[in-house]
């Protein structure tokens, strides 16, 4: 079973600001089967990158996706309000398992 | 449009089952999978299992495996997912997701709103 290890566990930014989550595999994964999702408080996760770097639809330009091989990363590269909520990075394997998740708060 | 309509909160004693629906509609519910995903209170996402598009094959995280059972009607468009022996750490929220096969990709692109199951003496 593929152990998925996401860092920092919260991320402390200001509006604006760029962030960059960490998704680490304990082995090599096929990225296609590499996915992030958002998940906002009292509501089910939302669908955001799929194959590691491809944007679902309605998704925003500033959400974006990549890596390869064990690491992977979600960067937003300008915080809006709405993006201080917890993500997940999920991998389609026989079996499938999900990062702890990363908190991204309000510095 | 899409939708995952699951069914509503429940409580239960210990050692009780609960089963949980997921309706689908606004697509060709045999042509997708369908994952079940819980969530405790203040942790993370945690795969149970998923039943697969066309032939309803199902597939069990090893934590969940004879405790879990997961079935469709596809005459109705409807998952069920059926959790026995419970216990108070099954209290969580239990979310059925569509899963898509595209092309090379996977992923669950579609989410119910998620039930709440509550499990306490």
């Known amino acids: 079973e593929v152990v998925l290890t996401q860092s920092p566990g919260t991320l402390s930014l200001s509006p604006g600001e760029r962030a960059t989550l960490s998704c680490r595999a304990s082995?090599?994964?096929?990225?296609?089967?590499l996915v992030w999702y958002q998940q906002r408080p009292g509501q089910a996760p939302r669908f955001l990158i799929y194959g590691a770097s491809n944007r679902a639809t309605g998704i925003p330009d500033r959400f974006s996706g990549s890596g390869s091989g064990t690491d992977f990363t979600l960067t937003i590269s300008r915080l809006e309000p709405e993006d201080f909520v917890v993500y997940y990075c999920q991998h389609f394997g026989a079996l499938v398992t999900f990062g702890g998740g990363t908190k991204v708060e309000i510095k | 449009q899409i939708q995952l309509v699951q069914s509503g909160a429940e409580v239960k004693k210990p050692g009780a089952s609960v089963k949980v629906s997921c309706k689908a509609s606004?697509?060709?519910?045999?042509?997708?999978?369908l994952s079940w995903v819980r969530q405790a209170p203040g942790q993370g996402l945690e795969w149970m299992g998923w039943?697969?598009?066309?032939?309803?094959?199902?597939n069990y995280a090893q934590k969940f495996q004879g405790r879990v059972a997961l079935s469709r009607d596809t005459s109705t468009s409807t998952a069920f997912m059926e959790v026995t022996n419970l216990t108070p750490g099954d209290t969580a929220i239990y979310y059925c997701?569509?899963?898509?096969?595209?092309?090379?990709?996977?992923?669950?692109?579609?989410w119910g709103q998620g039930t709440q199951v509550t499990v306490s003496s």
């Open positions: 039943i697969t598009e066309y032939t309803g094959d199902t």
């Open positions: 082995q090599t994964v096929n990225s296609n089967y």
């Open positions: 606004g697509y060709a519910f045999s042509n997708y999978g």
């Open positions: 997701a569509r899963e898509t096969r595209w092309g090379k990709y996977r992923y669950s692109d579609y």
